[in-house]
């Protein structure tokens, strides 16, 4: 059964106490169901009566002619909710929805304190993650081979598949110190691994791509060169995987994942020893 | 009502046919509204029946010294959901809760297709969001003055003030391309924008931070150096912010903010004209 889409879009609140930044990606990816268009505005950093009010007056003046809104909410505070429950929309709760039944589960009552997670800029989790992101600079594309020893993992593969932005990625959400090196020619004539990285063999994890694609994201670069060649790629993807086939060192391809999809494949590899519980 | 919290974690899982990236997030930001300790597992990539009997087969393993296992889901197909939703464990369902809500009022049934919003290494978005990482790195600490047209916003502050990670957090999340430069002792004594930027003053946004924080940060990277000084701190910070006044600058103070909330605040300054509907 499918109605045909409102060429208008849906317009859908995301309001939270805090940044809102997971409620939004979270209602992206439950609207990403719909064949639908949606617009969503997150409302952030809603917090106090008054801010309430407001979030429901922007609500409540949405042109009907988008049709009934949709509200994803995230907040502690019960007074703060209960008035954004009243907005004239849909109102979906992120935050009570789960917590009664995990009230109940703990044999305890949630806090309700606001931003418990979000005073995080002192944390050391936080530091480490800031680390992380700067080791992760400094170790980015073989700039250095310092600290090495320091690394949790050391990504490798060839020029543009996607090295920096994962590296970078798994810094900014795991706080790893990810540093990356690519497989260059000479390399590939040597018929050896950088030779910094010999030391480290147990925390090399390579990046693969399917040459086609490859070819692709260098034109866009370096359009008509050698290095964009089709059959360029082909050779030196071809001796990246031998060479990691016959270093035994796991590789995944990227020529249809995100970032989030190759880093998460990635961390299962790396951390598979302490998804067992003891 | 306080009970005392368990020494041991509590168990939680996060079983998702995506990277479940954005459901740990989500509960970590409501299971940090308890007082007791939770251990979180993420089981990605759950989108057959044989991985969906595996995940129950890890959740139904767990040592019941641990209690009640917690299961957070993000499950698209039914059958998939169907049977991890059998788990013997407290199984918060975070897809369909929202979804049959959501039918109703957009009048329409949800695809149900698995990955939806996954497969997007192939769209412009993600190929916008690579290129925003990239401009970011190429144009972070005033590295080039290339460009800067294309920039949708250029950070300014002093150094160590958080220019880094936040730039290349909003490449990453928001895809904006965000240069950043730093005001340095040479600006101040010029009592002048760096020369590069004066084109560009609209799209300029500053960050700012407490100048005993500063130093604290500055003395963890160079020990008992004339820059990470105290005095030196409030020297630079107070002419920064004179500057950032003296030319109209908008700015933030990143003392106690997470990355995330620097970024929505700097979100909400350049993109407040977004949020008011045509």
């Known amino acids: 059964m499918t109605i045909p889409a409102n060429p208008l879009p849906r317009i859908v609140y995301i309001v939270s106490d805090g940044t809102g930044i997971t409620a939004e990606n979270f209602s992206q990816s439950i609207l990403a169901q719909f064949e639908a268009s949606f617009r969503q505005i997150r409302i952030p950093f809603v917090d106090t009566v008054d801010k309430a009010y407001d979030a429901v007056s922007q609500i409540n003046s949405t042109d009907p002619k988008y049709g009934r809104a949709i509200v994803f909410t995230t907040l502690v505070n019960p007074e703060v909710n209960q008035i954004v429950g009243q907005a004239k929309a849909l109102v979906l709760d992120m935050f009570q929805t789960f917590v009664a039944p995990l009230e109940q589960t703990l044999g305890m009552r949630s806090t309700h304190a606001i931003n418990r997670l979000h005073h995080n800029a002192d944390t050391d989790a936080y530091k480490n993650r800031i680390e992380a992101i700067n080791y992760s600079l400094a170790h980015d594309d073989g700039q250095s081979n310092q600290n090495l ?31 990356n090196y690519p497989l260059i020619p000479e390399d590939f004539e040597r018929g050896q691994l950088p030779k910094d990285l010999l030391a480290h063999k147990q925390k090399i994890f390579g990046l693969t791509i399917d040459p086609e694609r490859l070819s692709e994201i260098r034109n866009e670069r370096r359009p008509g060169s050698n290095y964009a060649k089709l059959e360029n790629c082909r050779y030196e993807i071809n001796e990246a995987t031998a060479m990691m086939r016959r270093e035994s060192i796991p590789w995944v391809s990227t020529t249809s994942k995100s970032i989030e999809e190759i880093a998460t494949t990635i961390l299962q590899a790396i951390r598979s020893d302490k998804t067992v519980l003891g």
Chains 1, 2 share one sequence.
């Open 149 to 179: 020893v320091d690394a949790n993992v050391i990504l490798v593969g060839v020029s543009r598949v996607g090295k920096t932005p994962t590296s970078l990625y798994l810094a900014m959400q795991y706080g790893l110190k990810a540093a």
